[in-house]
């Protein structure tokens, strides 16, 4: 099927509660563009470099979110137009985003990024890093940021009760925290789920998912950073 047959059947049997980003690293903006006149408007990227580029090219109504693991001397390069960073997963990331962020008169929404899996190479909060991060003074002085949910990634497994076992877990952190009073943190999203997951992801009360392959096909050879995008 093509990428505009693809992401209509995706949209069509998604809930209406749940976004769709379309994840398109490694993808040219022809495919992109496939997308966008089919009615996508939300993309996700996980270089920052690749995402500044496309966002030159494309149209401005689209939000673009960074979906990739963050190095900090990046941040400004993606601080004038990012619509959602999806993984922040410390402290001295979100104080470099407020501080972009505060650069370009911007308040930039993110979510933070729960390590659920049980392999090590996923980045993300435990519960206690998760909770020192809420309670510290210095986040609550973040005026230029808005925690707007949270995400994880399952363990890349065939065992379905596993990656079960592992969202429902990120839902009952979510459900813990949805009701937090504090200014710059609002959680209404829970992004978890990926092409290979995401019904299951959303059985378990995910409201944002993200669909690279099952949009816009296989992936991509290595690019000239180093390694699979």
Known sequence: MSIKENLLKI???LPE??????VSKTKPVTDLMVAFNAGQRVFGENKIQEMTEKWEQMPKDIQWHMIGHIQTNKVKFMAPYVSLIHGVDSLKLL???NKQSLKNNRIIDCLLQIHIAEEETKFGLNEDELNNLLDSESFKVMNNIRIVGLMGMATFTDNQFQIQ???EHLKSIFDTKKSLSIVNCQLSILSMGMSGDYQLAIECGSTMVRIGSSIFGGRSPLTPEGGIA
Do not use: D, G
């Open 17 to 22: 509660n749940v976004i769709l980003v379309a």
């Open 165 to 167: 076992k592992e969202f």
């Open 11 to 13: 949209k069509s049997a």
């Open 95 to 97: 104080e470099e985003i």
